[in-house]
């Protein structure tokens, strides 16, 4: 089984600052993909970034970043430059067979 | 390609009733999953179909919970006499399961309330 864990309900950062959202997994697969979505209050999920357990670089898209810390089974997101668009859930997922979730984090960017 | 797409988007219902949603998934994409999330939680895994095949249920799907995908397009899930802990958020996703990193696409989802 596979297990997403996000410690963080809720989170505020600073219009421009930089924040980080944790996430630790727990799986005994080998080969595995962790993934983090945007979930505005629309309700729509939005892929952020990927990163792959052979990836030996940490995934970048944009203002976005995967910490990845594999002995710590740890897969931390880092948002720079934070933006009022930026505050909705974001939510940490592992790839099995098909995705598994953590709970959430709900993020809100102030001005 | 137009994304997902699930319809309804909002579905309000008695208890006890029967609802069904449906699922267009990216046309090229043979994956296709639901989940479901109720409020301030991460989605849960239902169910998931290769083509028209279900390869795997959640314990959380219930014999009051079918899903089909009759030709390996869309797909429907029905709910049979809903109850109150139903109300939740239905969402689809689908991916083509080509390559490691292929990435899940999410419909808005269908948001039910039984009442």
């Known amino acids: 089984a596979q297990k997403i864990t996000q410690t963080q309900p809720g989170m505020f950062v600073q219009e421009k600052e930089a924040v980080t959202l944790d996430c630790t997994y727990d799986t005994s697969d080998q080969s595995y993909g962790l993934f983090w979505y945007k979930q505005p209050s629309s309700g729509e999920m939005i892929f952020l970034i990927y990163q792959g357990s052979y990836d030996e670089q940490n995934a970048t898209e944009g203002r976005y970043s995967l910490n990845f810390q594999k002995a710590r089974k740890s897969a931390n997101l880092v948002i720079s430059a934070s933006q009022l668009g930026d505050s909705a859930m974001y939510f940490c997922?592992?790839?099995?067979?098909?995705?598994?979730f953590g709970e959430g984090t709900q993020l809100t960017v102030n001005p | 390609d137009t994304g997902v797409s699930q319809n309804p988007r909002h579905k309000i219902t008695k208890r006890g009733q029967n609802v069904t949603f449906r699922c267009d998934p990216i046309s090229e994409h043979n994956r296709l999953y639901w989940y479901r999330q109720t409020l301030g939680q991460g989605p849960e895994f239902l169910t998931y179909?290769?083509?028209?095949?279900?390869?795997?249920k959640s314990r959380l799907l219930s014999d009051r919970f079918s899903a089909e995908r009759p030709k390996g397009s869309f797909s429907t899930l029905e709910i049979q006499r809903t109850e109150q802990g139903d109300s939740a958020m239905y969402l689809c996703?689908?991916?083509?399961?080509?390559?490691?990193?292929?990435?899940?696409?999410f419909g808005s989802g269908t948001r039910l309330t039984v009442v």
């Open positions: 996703a689908s991916r083509s399961g080509v390559g490691a990193i292929s990435g899940y696409t």
């Open positions: 997922a592992i790839r099995g067979s098909r995705l598994t």
């Open positions: 179909f290769q083509n028209e095949a279900q390869l795997e």
